[in-house]
């Protein structure tokens, strides 16, 4: 029985019942969904942080010129002061990995590698060298190839392609034995056809061989005898070719799987596996080469690879007349894909535990990384490193995945304990009105003798079953939605954190893709129901002792009595006079009203005033933000030695919103002396230096592909030298760095170091004169360039470098002294004016004197290429129209090749990380604001509603009296606009203390007022519509 | 000439379940200087009675007339504020004005100024045998007999000549009750106004001038 009406008083009260059951299973739901998410969140974090792995990479940033592999001393130096050890002990780093990098070779392996620098290089020991006739083509027979990328039996017959008398000055001996050096520029071909060219390596210069004394041809007594020399020089070249041409990069590695080019997913095992951190803990001798090695030698997994390593354990590159003894067998125990950067790197096993690189080229190692610790990491090692230092992070994406789970895992834990007190407040509730309401019933049950646990029961069987069906739907709910809430958080949360990488110097690699796995678990989902459950009914068992006991019903009954006043009031008149009564006697109801009012306009102006900070914090980043962008490698590194067709580079610097662009030319030079003093006085210069041969100008060409450059640019201080140092310079007088700059000069102005001019006993105001190669018709040797120094620096750079201002049309056609020209070339562009040079109409002879030395210059810089360029980009609001712009007309960035082979960064990972934040607080805030202002406007409309309902016996009582509708509308109307405009007076109050009056002029703040105050009149034009006997039969 | 006259009341009520005829045909005329008494049983239909005679509402067939005038054609508002006074079962008095506040309200209502509307309720709450003390308490403060006695105070200050009560000493005690009704009486009779009374108390007839009876929304003569 108790049972039967404890369920008939639920389903005789079907709204109640229903409205508190679905309000029980949202809460249920909301809590579930907030609980499981943030479960979830944690659990996805943990997967992500086993799924990434950070690499931080650390290059020296070498001024090396043309030689690729050469180290300066200050390299050097700068290298000897860094602690490693403080870098590999650095508590962020899981794994410190020196570069041990250093060239080898590997037996039977011939690197038939076309590109390489040196694939058509050849020496030969011939014989029997003489013509078919004497207008004919040279020939001779092979008696042995001491080196060429093909193999040549002996007895093949090889044509000559130089004419001996002329070139040589000698017709060599049929009979006699020579080794000759030469190029066989078509290798590919049946035919052996070669060119006898000079020798010239900087390798074999710095090793104090003078290459201009070694011979072409060389008459020897048999390859026997050459053989037996063991330093012969022809027998080192060979060697040196050999060397160069089938060269391996020989790289250790500890943790292979962490090395750039696997962490960015370049290279991957196609057969075998890489080895492993115990295999290379161990010494073991095991190596993963690539598949174009594999492929070319018939290498397969298992096989075993042996490599010549260079006598000098610590050399890194080629050292002239290194006999490579030193092996090692290596078991191949995996092959990786092909990729033209890394198709001659040998990866095996490190055989030192030094913290230092031993063997490097300009890489100096890189770390493994906790994730998430990168900027912590670069904050700690950055003062351990010098200036000329470029540092890379690779994060696969985890920063930006990590950064929305946590997002997501925070709101999940804000949204848990809400969704916790709102669901102890919605069952306290539930269990106050379910037993409450049943005070009456219980009454008459004790008045019936029931006993307390018979009463118990009741109130408690009917509560229960309601909260168990209603948990039930709620649980059942949010495992329904629990996946898509959460797939629906990590996306939404992940747009809105993207960051615009393109171009950008915080690039961080390739981005792994993270699918987050969620396993739904039953046992949480009861767990969490059941807990719920356990609380609804605790609390209907609380509120059922209390209603048992009667101490419920004792609390209704007390009646609060008002303090009465001391004489009735006669203040005022008509409807303000009640509405003023009304609002001294109101108590508690007087203050609510204007509490709820003034907080409503502080939180809505909190609320603007946050937006609005946010808005000007962005405009504050923008304004105090200027983007520098740069030219660099295609992996993001600076440099001053980029080849930047002109074309490129115009369509770079006419792009919108660049400016500052500062770029760079650079032409190496031979100095040849002072050509006039500053005073008038002759000076002293050497003559142009004339090859005697083809031969002697190459040689030429390679030794002055090794000299300083003179460096033209539109501001000195901007030049790549400068770039980790200040620029100093002196100026003689009536100069300046201004003047300096200009274009418009007759006499080309140069500065030059100090230490230059102190060498060579220059003065300012001097003339000097320097060759340069020639670019400007192209069959000169070299061209000669006088310039007028009017100043000096402080060099910075390892060699001397000059500077020089720009010609007028350099990258800027249009203002080019070409266009001077008596006829007019349509195809004066870019890249055009050798072709306008040479088109020129000239008397028979052609002389250079036929230009000024502006449109000299406009041509040799139009032929070359720029060699750096920086911009700057002033308004970062238009970063994103930049990018676009970059990547429509093909620009790469870093290490995301495009159409055009030149690499843009944009250094905005700072601003962008700022920006970013910004941006996203204020996103969620503009989504929350509409959101939270019409809740403010919910409120006002049911306070006010809840106001006058609460007042409608006053009004029964006024329209029994035959009170005016419209005095009783003003009675009330009036009562509850002071107590809004007292609530606007304390907001005012509070405005002014914190020193935000303005925000009283926002409409938005007035939302509660306006919704409260429209509310209230419409309640009463309501009210005042009923019929007077209708309002007054309205029961309680 | 009858200050108020029913003509042939029908007046009914419905609701989602069923509709109750309250009146039915109800005929009787009602003239200053009486007090009348209406009994019936719990729902028979007599406070319906009342609230129409009130103008709260109108008939729905038949005509309820104030010196002739239908009720059908005047501005109910009006006529309760000028012409009619009611006193209800639970004495509706505003909770958060005090005694003299409360009667002096129907005063303010024509426009009396509210230092002379204040003589004059004192007067009033005089004239219904209450002490000064309890002029500047509010309603919460005063017993039932006390709240019927200014609830009567308020009506008197109504100035009409009509004065309905609707079951005025159903919370009273009985001796309080008799009070009440004797003091209704004295105004009738002494005043010259109409007073109609609707109670179940059959005690109080004895002091009416008139009863009528209400049985089964037919009004008879007792």
Known sequence: MIFRNSVKSILRTPIKTVSFAFLIAAVTAFLYLGINTWVASVSMLRDCEENYTTIVTIEYLEDYGSKMGSKSESMLADIAAIDFDAIASNENVILWQPSDVGMGSAANVIYNDYKSDYSDSCVFIVTGIRQFSSDSQYYCKLVESLYSIRDYEPGRTVFIENNFEEEFGFVPDPDAVYVILAQNSRTTANGLSVEITPFYSWIAQEAGVDCTKIEKIQKIDSAEALHAEEDNIYLKIAKFYEAMNNSLMICRAREIDDIEEFNQGYLKPVSGRLFTREEADSGAKVCVISQSLANTHNLNVGDTLTIRLSDDENATMYAWGDKMSRQEDLTIVGIVNHHTDYHRNVYTTPVTDSARPVRFLYDLGQATIRNGTAEEFLSAIKPLLPERTFIAVYDQGYQATADALKVIRNAAISLSVIAFAVTITVLSFFAYMFTDKQREAIEIMRCFGAKKNETRLYLIIGASLTSLVAVAAGILTGTMCAEEVIKYAYEFVSELQVVDMRYSDGFRGIVKEFNPVMTMSAVFALIVGVAVQLIAVSLCLYYAEKTINGKLISARARVRVRKPPKKSSVALSGALRHAVLYIRRGGIRSLLVPSLCAAAMVFVSLLQSTLTSYYAAKESLYESTDLTGYCAQMNG???DRLVINNTHAIKLTSMEHISDIKYTYTLNYGYLGIVRHADGSEGQVDPMPMPGDPYELEIMNDTLAAQPNIIFTDEARSAPEFLFADFHADFMPGWDEARFSSREWEILPCIVSSQFMNDKGIKP?????VYVKDYFIGFLNFISMDMMVVGSFSRVANQNNIYCPLPLGALDPERSTLNDLP??????????????????????????????????LDIILDNKYVSSLTFKIRDPRVLGEVKDMLEREGFSGPTLANDIRVCVVIEDAQYNETLSSIEQRSKYLEMLYPVLIVLVCILGLITGFLAIHSRREDVALMRGMGTQKWRIFATLFIEQLMLLFFGVLAAAVIFSTMGNMAQLASPAVYAFFVCYALSVALSIMMQNAKKAFSILSEKE | MSIL??????????SKYHTVEALKDVNCEFEQGLIYAIVGKSGSGKSTMLSLMAGLDVPDK?????????????DLDSYRRNDVAIIYQNFRLFPLLTAVENVMYPMELHGIRPREAKKRAEEYIRSVELNDNVFNRFPSMLSGGEQQRVAIARALAMDTSLMLADEPTGNLDSQTARNIIELLARLAHERNYCIIVVTHDMELLDMMDVTYQMKDGILVKA
Do not use: E
Not at chain 1, 765 to 769: A, L, M, P, S, Y
Not at chain 1, 838 to 848: I, K
Not at chain 2, 5 to 14: E, F, K, W
């Open chain 2, 5 to 14: 006259t029913l003509n042939s009341v029908r007046y009914s009520y419905s």
């Open chain 2, 62 to 74: 038949g005509d309820v007339l104030f010196r002739g005038v239908s009720t059908r054609t005047m």
């Open chain 1, 637 to 639: 590194k600076f440099s």
């Open chain 1, 823 to 856: 006829k007019k070339y349509h195809y004066i562009t870019t890249g055009r004016y050798l072709k306008a040079a040479t088109n020129y109409p000239m008397a028979t002879s052609f002389s250079l004197d036929m230009f000024t030395k502006q449109q000299i």
């Open chain 1, 765 to 769: 105001g001097d003339t000097i004169r």
